[in-house]
């Protein structure tokens, strides 16, 4: 048979049509929820994770971040995916305890000795128990993001246990950090992080705990001038994917999108340190919030309980026990 060129042409651009039109229904894309805004060091990481997963998996998977809270807060993020109207999510160890106990270890306060011994748990088979504890779930976890250690803010020093007396401290909708505060003499208010600055403008709330990019990033410094350094927890963000969206995906982009994950975790690992540094300059010199060093130790003694009935609740008993080992190795 002999083609003419106007059908030669044709033809080629027919199938190129296919073709393109082939690899536009083959490419996966994936809506991935969080809470932080873009300036977040949360934000940029997982943007470095998006842009690996398109290139190892070779365009066949897109994950599509919507930052803000934008698609709900981490509750109603975690439940959209659930009901598989939702793929991919960053929420955070406190916030997940209540979809997976495992995560719960993470919420025992002065739980890790170091950031070396935090990391240490993330990056070994302890770590990766707890990202898999929520199969059948609906989920799993896919990595971690450091948050950081946390303490609390408020208008007034927190040096000891003592001052949190009759104090209104917002903390993640999480049962151990409810007991946490009430163990500490201080009054326990969950709420959703985007409601926290008007909280704390209002007065709904005395005071909160977390990183120091919350003062920044979120503008909590200019609510909340005092930063008492009594580093009571270290707990991190979680990258989680629907069970629906994993199952779905090629054993070859699963393992893609793992290599992503553990490379985007490092990334962020580099970015936090020098993020946290600025933070902390940021907030003292341009929103003049006073950083406070305080005695943890008060602060240690009033939490042990949590510490000894963690052990004792069969649900994470041996998480607390891997991750307790290890300060040891
Ligand atoms: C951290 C964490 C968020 C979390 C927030 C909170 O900033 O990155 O995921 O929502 O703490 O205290 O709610």
Do not use: C
Not at 62 to 76: A, C, V, W
Not at 283 to 309: C, T, W
């Amino acid at each position: 048979m002999i083609f003419s060129k106007k059908n030669v042409i044709a033809m080629v651009t027919s199938s190129a049509l296919i073709i393109s039109s082939a690899s536009v229904s083959a490419t996966t894309i994936l809506k991935l929820s969080h809470n932080q805004n873009r300036t977040h060091p949360v934000h940029k990481s997982m943007t470095v994770f998006a842009k690996k997963v398109q290139e190892y998996t070779h365009g066949d998977v897109k994950i599509r971040i919507y930052p803000n809270s934008q698609l709900g807060t981490q509750r109603e993020s975690m439940e959209l995916l659930q009901n598989g109207a939702l793929d991919m999510a960053k929420s955070n160890a406190s916030e997940l305890e209540s979809f997976a106990p495992a995560y719960g270890a993470f919420n025992i306060p002065y739980l890790f000795h170091s950031r070396e011994h935090f990391y240490k748990a993330l990056t070994s088979k302890v770590g990766r128990d707890i990202l898999n504890s929520s199969k059948g779930k609906g989920f799993i976890g896919l990595t971690y993001y450091d948050g950081g250690a946390r303490s609390f803010y408020a208008n007034k020093a927190i040096r000891s246990p003592a001052d949190l007396k009759s104090m209104k401290i917002r903390v993640q909708p999480s049962p151990t950090a409810v007991q946490m505060i009430k163990l500490m003499g201080g009054s326990p208010t969950p709420l959703a992080y985007g409601e926290l600055y008007t909280a704390l403008q209002q007065g709904v709330v005395d005071g909160a705990e977390n990183n120091p990019t919350a003062l920044t990033s979120s503008r909590h410094g200019e609510v909340a001038k005092v930063y008492s350094m009594d580093e009571h927890a270290m707990i991190p963000d979680v990258l989680v994917i629907s069970e629906r969206s994993w199952n779905k995906l090629s054993a070859d982009d699963q393992k893609a999108m793992r290599k992503a994950a553990k490379e985007s975790m490092m990334y962020h690992k580099k970015l936090w340190t020098k993020v946290i540094k600025k933070s902390m300059e940021k907030a003292k010199n341009s929103m003049g919030v006073e950083f406070v060093k305080v005695k943890k130790q008060p602060f240690i003694d009033a939490v042990k309980p949590l510490h000894e009935k963690a052990l004792n609740n069969p649900e994470i008993a041996k998480y607390v026990k891997a991750i307790d080992a290890l300060a040891q190795d």
